[in-house]
Nanobody
Framework: VQLVESGGGSVQAGGSLRLSCAAS????????AAWFRQVSGKTGKEREW??????????SYADSVKGRFTISIDNAKNTLYLQMNSLKPEDTAVYYC????????????????RGQGTQVTVSS
């Protein structure tokens, strides 16, 4: 299983970005797929959970992004997306996608497959 993120960059507060996570040897629509982030300078193995699409297609979001971020899947492209609107400086972080073959978890350590991350920087 390989997950490759793209779409990160720099944006001003209030702006939008869309992150992509292309999956290979893994069917995103039939399994759990999630987004996490880690703020620069924070150490430790855990990342902050942002959102996931579960095995039944349901979605869930962290309170910090609810109403601003949307997680979705393009079945034809086997790609996971994170649409981020109304971005704030505190959203600045490295964003990771992650996947597992059973119901979703809010914990980074629970995911078998993880991307390398893409940097998002939001300036005020």
């Amino acid at each position: 299983v390989q997950l490759v993120e793209s779409g990160g960059g720099s944006v001003q507060a209030g702006g939008s970005l869309r992150l992509s996570c292309a999956a290979s040897r893994y069917t995103v629509s039939k399994n759990c797929a999630a987004w996490f982030r880690q703020v620069s300078g924070k150490t430790g193995k855990e990342r902050e959970w942002i959102a996931f699409i579960d095995t039944d297609g349901s979605t869930s979001y962290a309170d910090s992004v609810k109403g601003r971020f949307t997680i979705s899947i393009d079945n034809a492209k086997n790609t996971l997306y994170l649409q981020m609107n109304s971005l704030k400086p505190e959203d600045t972080a490295v964003y990771y996608c992650a996947a597992r073959f059973y119901v979703c978890s809010r914990y980074w350590s629970g995911y078998n497959y993880r991307g390398q991350g893409t940097q998002v920087t939001v300036s005020s």
